[in-house]
C-alpha cells in the first residue's frame, strides 16, 4: 500500500518562473530514477514563494534513501538549490515534513 507525504519548501523571491520552467522540462532520467525508488506522482503546488509537495510513494523514506545515492536526483538537486531558500538550522533538509491530519476515502 502507499503512503502520502506531505513536504514544505520556499523558494527565493524571483525565481518563482524559473523554477516553474525548470519542472516544465523535467529530466525523463529523473522520472525514472524516481520510478525505480518507489515513487508514485509527486505533485507540487506554489502559494507565492511557499512550495507545497504532495507525494505518493511505496516507502517515502527508503524511496528518499535511494535516489540520495543517485546521481541524475544528486545533479537536479544540486539544480533546485539557486531556487530553494535553505533552512536556517543546516542541520535539517531544505524541505519539511508536513503533519497528516486527514486521509479517507469517500
Known sequence: MAEF???????KP???QAYKEAH???WPELLEAQRAAGIKRWIIFR?????????EADDFDAAIARLAMDPVELRWQAEMARFAVPLEDEARPASTRLELV?????
Not at 507525504?5 to 523558494?11: A, D
Not at 502559494?47 to 507525494?55: A, E, I, K, Q, Y
Open 5 to 11: 507525504v506531505g513536504l514544505r519548501t520556499c523558494l
Open 14 to 16: 524571483g525565481t518563482e
Open 24 to 26: 516544465d522540462a523535467i
Open 47 to 55: 502559494d507565492g514563494l511557499d512550495l507545497f509537495h504532495s507525494v
Open 102 to 106: 486527514y486521509n479517507r476515502t469517500p
